[in-house]
């Protein structure tokens, strides 16, 4: 055997941190710029997340890369909910065109990874279940749906009125999506 099971897992872990390129903002225009850069950050790190979820067979050493990447995805969130906040607390507003901008990119990035890694985590539930990380999965789900709904929530307050249904829109999918997932490995959604 080349690489001891504890080498091989290590490098699993780091190979699925190792996120792909990240999504990065392509208005020049710097608030949008801002948000458009941490919320592509937080979906890269939801793409990473996913790759370590489809990836995942069995077990609870083999679930590393999958908690790696959980962690990941809450620190990205924090550093988004951060500058966030900063805006609210400038006073910063988005006018029209940059809420609108704000919102598609959103809808068009998180909007469809996180849906998609929620999908992707479900259809690994007998493993993970047989790997007692049920409350685990549920926890970590936990977790990510406050961070998104504490950081929506800031966001939504530098959007323009136009804008503000949109977004609504955007971030209660999102947050649906996650809910699914507590839901389904709570047993309180049954095999939905």
Known sequence: ??????TTLLLAATTAIAAPLQVRATSQDPVVAVAENDIGAISTAVVALTAAINGYRSGVLEATPILANTANVHLVNRKAYVDAVAAVTANVKANEEQSAEIVKFTADSV???IPQSIKALKAKREPLA??????SVVGALQLLKSDHDSYSAELIKVVAPGSLAAAKKVVLDIDNAIQSGIDYFSGSAGSK
């Open 130 to 135: 047989k790997a007692g990380l049920t409350d």
């Open 1 to 6: 055997m080349l690489f001891s099971r504890a």
């Open 111 to 113: 909007g469809v990874t």
